[in-house]
């Protein structure tokens, strides 16, 4: 499952207002002024209704009568929503959110690829050898690296064949984009594609074990790429924030 931002006005009023109700510029409990939202986005009454109404159906928002809108408690927000994912994600994602993401994805992937040696079809190990080529492809292009790893994972998950594993798909893609922009945008990563070919072949070899044991390995591996990114700008803020005054 690929998400986009929408587009037109009503998409674009989705996006702004839920992207601030995430970052926290509301807090839960607060009022929400319709009126303040046509003025400072520049749209119409009716198109901020619906936006409301949007963002509504993910529990972000609530209306009761003499309150009006409220920002409903974080506990009532639908958080596996893939537009809720991408905005927690998309500006500075914090480290108890990705720390969530990468204990869900310890979880789902091993045991999809466990499935995946056992129910793959060869047109799943085709999908899965055409992002893995992509990877290669790829080279410094660290969109492309993105989508292809992206694509590869999302193969992999397919290749379980089982419908509700497939619905986490969402999960998955969200802690995949978030690191991978993290990773790949500073360009600072292990060489991932080895790892992935073993999976790869673990899959095709119908091998089970070899498959949880290759995604071990990788989820490892994006795990020490992240610290290693994360640890390197905490380094450069702090000699940033401890560089010496130019003498007069």
Known sequence: MVTHPPKGLHGQAVEELGRRIIRGDYPPGSVVDPVRFETELGVSKTVVREAMRVLASKGLLESKQKRGTTIRPRADWNLLDSDLLRWQGSSAPTDG??????????????????????????????AMRQALDAMAAAGADADAMVEADLAFHRALLESAHN?????????????LRIRDRIVHGARHFSDSIPVHQELLDAVEAGDPDAAVAAVESLLAQASDDLAAVRARDDHEDVATHTLPKELP
């Not at 993401?101 to 190990?125: F, K, M, Y």
Request: aromatic residues 2%.
């Open 97 to 126: 959110f990705l720390e969530d993401l990468a204990e869900v994805r310890a979880i789902v992937e091993p045991a999809g690829a466990r499935l995946a040696a056992t129910r793959r079809t060869s047109a799943d190990l085709d």
């Open 163 to 175: 419908e509700l594993l497939s619905r986490m798909e969402v999960v998955i893609e969200a802690g």
